[in-house]
């Protein structure tokens, strides 16, 4: 169940996170208030998992999305409007690249889910963090630096779908209960 419900919000925190980069005013508002719903019960929900794998960097996840909540609410509340919108969705994105990090090196470790979905999001957060940076710099624009973003969003949807389709990996689970070594499926 927590798999299915991981999943889910990674897919509802995508969807409304394009929607909103592609629109403006109040649909734009209300699209980065859901993604950043979603984004906020990502890592609490999964966060019983994580912890038997390495509770400080589980913990460590949970406080990255919730400062990545902060930072993006922060960029569509009225103090945008005092021309700070950027320098907060920026510090948003670095938040979030911080919780990549540590969710992947717990993937890894774990093998809740395939190691080379880890590796992935791992390789793919670096141009992911080169492109907020140098957009907050001001050296590329948010559309120029849209290349950069791509790896790690596709990444993000083939975790959501793994998660949702197959579940979280149990070690050492029972193969005749699971019918596969290891899985547990996402019922």
């Known amino acids: 169940m927590t798999a299915r419900v991981v999943g889910s919000l990674f897919v509802i925190a995508t969807a409304s996170g394009v929607v909103s980069a592609a629109t403006q005013g109040t649909t734009r508002g209300v699209m980065v208030f859901v993604m950043a719903l979603a984004i906020a019960f ?5 966060f019983p998992a994580l912890k038997r794998h390495g509770e400080g960097m589980a913990l460590g996840y949970v406080v990255a999305r919730t400062l990545e909540v902060v930072f993006l609410m922060s960029a569509v509340a009225p103090i945008a ?3 700070v919108e950027e320098l907060w969705g920026h510090a948003s994105a670095i938040w979030f690249c911080a919780g990549v990090v540590l969710l992947n090196v717990l993937l890894f470790r774990s093998a809740l889910v395939p190691r080379w979905i880890s590796v992935w999001a791992l390789a793919a957060v670096v141009p992911y963090l080169a492109g907020a940076v140098l ?15 791509v790896p790690l969003a596709l990444n993000e949807m083939v975790l959501a779908f793994w998660l949702l389709t197959r579940g979280m990996s149990t070690p050492g689970a029972d193969v005749r209960e699971q019918g596969e070594p290891g899985l547990v499926e996402a019922h």
């Open 42 to 46: 990502i890592a609490p929900t999964w």
């Open 135 to 149: 957009v907050l710099l001001g050296v590329l624009t948010q559309t120029q630096a849209g290349a950069l973003y």
């Open 81 to 83: 409007r005092l021309h």
